[in-house]
C-alpha cells in the first residue's frame, strides 16, 4: 500500500509539474477526430493535420473522462511551439484535477498506514503490558 501511495503521490507531482510546464505556453485551437478510446479506455487519441502534417497524439490533461466515441470531432489546443503538445482547455486545466484526485488518494493511503501502524504499535505495547502481568502474578 505504501508504494501504491507513493505512486500516486509521484504522478500528481509530476501532473502538476507538466501543467505548469504548459500552462502559460501560447496555444491554437484546431479540430481533430478522435481516433482511440471508449468508455472502457481512459487513453485517447485524436488525429490533427498541423502545418501539413497528421499528428495522433493524445490530449495530456485527459485522463478520468471521456471524450467522446471513436470517429467524432472535439476541439483540442496545439502548442505552437511544440505541435505535439495537445490539450482540451488553453491552459490544460483538467491536469490539476488529475493531480487532485491522485494526491488525494494517495495522502488517504497514507493516512492509513499511519493509523495502522500506531494500532499495532498500542497492540504490541498492550501485549507486552499483560506478558509482564501474567510474569509477575507467577511470581507471587
Not at 19 to 41: P, R
Not at 71 to 97: C, E, K, Q
Amino acid at each position: 500500500m505504501l508504494v501504491v501511495a507513493a505512486a500516486l503521490l509521484a504522478a500528481s507531482i509530476s501532473l502538476t509539474g507538466i501543467h505548469m510546464t504548459n500552462k502559460n505556453i501560447e496555444k491554437t485551437k484546431i479540430s481533430a477526430v478522435i481516433v482511440q478510446g471508449d468508455d472502457l479506455k481512459s487513453l485517447h487519441e485524436v488525429r490533427y493535420e498541423w502545418n501539413g502534417k497528421i499528428v495522433e497524439r493524445r490530449p495530456l490533461d485527459v485522463y478520468f473522462r471521456k471524450l467522446g466515441d471513436i470517429g467524432d470531432r472535439v476541439n483540442v489546443y496545439v502548442a505552437n511551439d511544440y505541435p505535439d503538445r495537445v490539450f482540451m482547455s488553453r491552459h490544460g486545466d483538467d491536469l490539476i484535477s488529475s493531480a487532485e484526485f491522485m494526491g488525494g488518494w494517495g495522502l488517504l493511503l497514507l493516512i492509513i498506514l499511519i493509523g495502522e501502524r500506531q494500532l499495532l504499535t498500542r497492540i504490541n505495547k498492550l501485549e507486552k503490558l499483560q506478558t509482564k502481568d501474567a510474569q509477575n502474578k507467577e511470581d507471587k
